[in-house]
């Protein structure tokens, strides 16, 4: 019985934070982003987000995201840059294939930091690619 149910695997589906430029505050921003590298879009995309280290929690944030198209992002949230220090995850349900797909994205805590920056594919700005 057990055996017979399918668990489909979350393949090129990914969570970025990505330090941008903000011209309103003229300043730089942390964003968090849904990036689809698959060749189809995933649809109902739902992301839940928290942040903990212990007893230091944030809120759970709830995002509605719909379509991705294939090949492409979505920016989720703006990421205070004091909830860096703390563990954030990133919780990604979506529906792809007929399928229903889910993945946990975790950032470790002051891993998001100048320092680990690299060139994020699709969006082609400088961040941070979860676990």
């Given at each position: 019985?057990k055996?017979?149910?399918?668990?489909?695997?979350s393949?090129?589906?990914?969570?970025?934070?990505?330090?941008?430029w903000n011209?309103?505050f003229?300043d730089?921003d942390?964003?968090?982003y849904?990036?689809?590298?698959r060749?189809?879009?995933i649809?109902?995309?739902m992301?839940?987000?928290?942040?903990y280290?212990?007893?230091?929690?944030?809120?759970?944030?709830?995002?509605?995201?719909?379509?991705v198209?294939?090949?492409?992002?979505?920016k989720?949230e703006?990421v205070?840059?004091?909830?860096?220090g703390l563990?954030?995850?990133?919780?990604?349900t979506y529906?792809?294939d007929?399928?229903?797909?889910?993945?946990?994205?975790i950032f470790e805590k002051?891993?998001?930091?100048?320092?680990?920056?690299?060139t994020?594919?699709l969006?082609?700005?400088?961040?941070?690619l979860?676990?």
């Amino acid at each position: 019985m057990k055996k017979d149910i399918e668990i489909p695997i979350s393949k090129d589906v990914y969570i970025a934070i990505v330090h941008e430029w903000n011209d309103e505050f003229l300043d730089k921003d942390w964003n968090a982003y849904i990036i689809n590298d698959r060749p189809n879009a995933i649809e109902m995309t739902m992301v839940v987000s928290k942040g903990y280290d212990g007893d230091r929690k944030t809120s759970i944030m709830r995002h509605a995201v719909d379509v991705v198209h294939a090949k492409s992002y979505k920016k989720i949230e703006v990421v205070q840059e004091d909830v860096l220090g703390l563990h954030n995850e990133f919780y990604v349900t979506y529906f792809a294939d007929q399928k229903l797909f889910e993945r946990k994205f975790i950032f470790e805590k002051n891993t998001v930091n100048i320092q680990n920056l690299v060139t994020i594919p699709l969006i082609e700005k400088e961040g941070v690619l979860a676990k």
